[in-house]
Nanobody
Framework: QVRVVESGGGLVQTGGSLRLSCAAS????????MAWYRQAPGKQRELVAT???????NYVDSVKGRFTISRDNAKNTMYLQMNSLKPEDTAVYYC??????????WGQGTQVTVSS
């Protein structure tokens, strides 16, 4: 079992920046994929960005050029640097860590609010 804990959410004005962190801990599990999802009120959870253990990244189109996902494999820690934030980025952001995007564990979520 992998324990996943996010941190770094908060309130920021439009155009501002935030950095989210995610720490995954546990033994006997290969964490090949780490990802950030988000869920806005009244909407489905959305995949924002993924990063594999070899550093391959993918982003949803709406955040390309503004968000950067990174990872420290030695620490099983992942980050999401969010720049040029928009009100539509407001959501609860969830960290995911697992063998793939099907077999894994979720964090409890951290609120990001972007004021206009």
């Amino acid at each position: 079992q992998v324990r996943v804990v996010e941190s770094g959410g908060g309130l920021v004005q439009t155009g501002g920046s935030l950095r989210l962190s995610c720490a995954a801990s546990g033994s006997g599990v290969s964490i090949n994929v780490m990802a950030w999802y988000r869920q806005a009120p009244g909407k489905q959870r959305e995949l924002v960005a993924t990063i594999t253990s070899d550093g391959t990244t993918n982003y949803v189109d709406s955040v390309k050029g503004r968000f950067t996902i990174s990872r420290d494999n030695a620490k099983n820690t992942m980050y999401l640097q969010m720049n040029s934030l928009k009100p539509e980025d407001t959501a609860v952001y969830y960290c995911y860590a697992g063998r793939d995007l099907i077999r894994g564990n979720w964090g409890q979520g951290t609120q990001v609010t972007v004021s206009s």
